[in-house]
């Protein structure tokens, strides 16, 4: 195992699994789910989503991969030979090629919008000329292909180095500064007329509008952001050396994504309210409203160009990690060179990304289950593989592996004194399966 690269430092550590979570989850996926369910008692049920759930299942993912430091498959068959369990690592391929299939549609139109702030088009229209700037985009087939290929081809070259070089070096540099970013637009949002309506619609929850489908779409948002149940952070924690604090990284990935999500629920829904747009928009809606939230600030050629940018990078190290699961997958258990993985990989994303790019277009009549392909990916991946992954891992963790290597994980061998181990282990074995089980016959009407 010692041939296996490990994280150079610390922060290099959390600035990678930050670089995993953070990304168009936060920033394009938060503020319409939210918006579609209503806004305050969706985030509510989220952040409940996020402490309940998404805290252990990280945990739970961390100590199988830094206890074996080998990708899912391997290490569930390290810890409990011939057990079942190890199956679950399908399911983190299936789902990561499903993300990255719509994933970098939504990251291509990023990318096009980078280059329109470039050449100076996302300046000074009215709010309703971004609408239509989006639909031209998204309504166009070979625009929205162009794109998608474009970020795979990015994301591509930057797997190709390998884990250490391509993903430390972007994350460590871009986090910061994107989360700075994020707060000016904030500051400027807060100033906007009538950002009092959008506070409200998010902090004032209305619980009488709680539905099986917002409970299970804060459960799957949860999943999606913190990039879980996908055996993704296994994979980054295989990675991780053996004094890196699981309980306090995943508790710092948790907070943080948690506070990107909302810093950009406060940029987006004051400005909805003020510019008098519809919350819930769907997968449009920042497309419509960052644009003129950008119109209207000093130096907003700037503004928009740094923002798309930082954007751009935070999709990448989030497809990078997806990306991951698949090439590990490859390498280490069918001997793959990681070339051909990578190869492999972009291939089936490109045929599959264009499916979903010509949901927003030439197939937008092409439902299944009610749903464009985009959304089915979207709906199948989030919202029901992620937490049934989730739930496998944490089932793993806490009824099937051996207690002695879950403490020593949790406290370095006896290094660290964690004192919320018991509440850990307590939400691992019961209240994260629990709930995910609850949650979903709650979705199908049997409970
Ligand atoms: N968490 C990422 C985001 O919020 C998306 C992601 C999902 C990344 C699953 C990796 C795995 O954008």
Redo the contacts with the bound molecule.
Sequence with gaps: MSERAQFATKMGVIAASVG???????IW?FPYEAGMHGGGAFIAIYILCVLFLGIPVIIAEFIIGRSTHQNANSAIRTLAPGSKFRYVSYIGICS?IM?LSF?SVVAGWIAEYMFQSLLGGLNGHSTQDYAKTFNALAGSPWRSILWTYLFLGANFLIIRKGIQKGIEKISNFMMPVLFLLLIIFCINSLLLPNAKEGLKFMFMPDFSQVSPSMVVGAMGQAF????LG?T?LLTYASYFNNKTPLVKSATIIAVL?TCVAVLAGVIIFPAVFSFGAEPAAGPKLVFEILPGIFGQMPGGYFWSLAFFILLFFA?IT?TI??SEIFITFCTEEHKMSRKKATRLNTLIAMVLGTLCALSFNLLDDFKIFGKTIFDLFDYVSSNILLPAGGFILAVFVGWVMDKKIVKEQLTNSGELNVRTMKPIIFCIRYVAPAAIVLIFLYVTGLF
């Design positions: 995993s979570a953070v990304g168009l989850g936060n996926r990561s993300i994933y999606f952001s913190l990039s996908l993704c994504d999709s989030s990690s997806m």
